[in-house]
């Protein structure tokens, strides 16, 4: 996979962080150069992954007090690399960061650093569309929106794809990748039933074949620092992520 993918969601709570740390866990296992980007000053990736805060991120890159080398992290996969958000992530003022972000020409130059080295960089962002999604949107080629089969989440489906879409009319080069389903429940008539629903109002090609399930081991994984495709790679929800790697990189 090439370019900046950003894993959006208008909504929290939908699996959006796990959907970029095993998608970028599930590039990297095929042999892909991968970075994940965490953008979003909560910083739950670090929790995902199981690393220590310290050292700096995306804040202090834009900042202009932290260069690229001294910021990346490794982590037990050779091909992946994982650049945190920073010192904002112990911090409640979120105000000055959204600033940065919003308004720094170094977010571009971070992306277009990376991708010149042979990533493939996968970002996850903050639920909405507030000022860092459209900044990362501005700077990246494709957009990957998890989607809960749960009726809230559905409800705000028509507003993230307007947001999406307007990014994509304004940006020449961003392509909406489609929706991925995540948290399905197949003992839920509730959760079958909208997803019947989304894939009868959207078009086809917008919506991924293969669904994201809610499983114990998807849980235990983030709890334990670890990606689900690694601690353990033959769950369901494993295979979903490793599928959609596979059909992303195909895509090329």
């Known amino acids: 996979m090439r370019g900046t993918l950003a894993v959006v969601s208008q909504k929290g709570g939908v699996g959006k962080t796990t959907t970029a740390i095993n998608l970028a866990a599930a590039l990297a296992r095929r042999g892909t150069r991968t970075l994940l980007v965490d953008i979003d000053p909560q910083g739950s990736v670090r929790y995902g992954l199981g690393l220590r805060s310290e050292g700096g991120g995306v804040g202090e890159y834009l900042e202009g007090t932290k260069e690229l080398p001294e910021i990346v992290r490794a982590?037990?996969?050779?091909?992946?690399?994982?650049?945190l958000?920073?010192?904002?992530?112990?911090?409640?003022?979120?105000?000055?960061?959204?600033?940065?972000?919003a308004h720094s020409p170094k977010l571009r130059e971070l992306f277009a650093l990376a991708t010149e080295r042979g990533y493939a960089v996968v970002v996850d962002t903050p639920p909405g569309l507030g000022p860092i999604v459209q900044a990362v949107l501005g700077a990246s080629?494709?957009?990957?929106?998890?989607?809960?089969?749960?009726?809230?989440?559905?409800?705000?489906?028509?507003?993230?794809?307007?947001?999406?879409?307007?990014?994509?009319?304004?940006?020449?080069?961003?392509?909406?990748?489609?929706?991925?389903l995540t948290l399905y429940d197949e003992h839920s008539e509730i959760c079958r039933k909208i997803a019947t629903r989304v894939r009868e109002q959207l078009p086809e090609e917008l919506v991924f074949q293969m669904?994201?399930?809610?499983?114990?081991?998807?849980?235990?994984?983030?709890?334990?620092?670890?990606?689900?495709v690694l601690r353990t790679p033959d769950d369901p929800a494993a295979a979903a992520y490793i599928a959609l790697a596979e059909t992303l990189v195909g895509r090329q």
Do not use: W
């Open 211 to 228: 669904v994201v399930p809610r499983t114990e081991a998807t849980v235990e994984a983030f709890a334990a620092g670890q990606p689900v």
């Open 141 to 180: 080629d494709r957009v990957l929106v998890p989607l809960q089969c749960e009726p809230l989440a559905v409800q705000t489906t028509s507003q993230v794809l307007k947001g999406v879409r307007d990014a994509v009319a304004k940006h020449d080069g961003l392509r909406l990748e489609g929706i991925v």
């Open 75 to 83: 982590t037990t996969l050779p091909f992946l690399r994982v650049l």
């Open 85 to 101: 958000a920073g010192a904002v992530a112990e911090s409640g003022d979120h105000a000055a960061y959204q600033d940065l972000v």
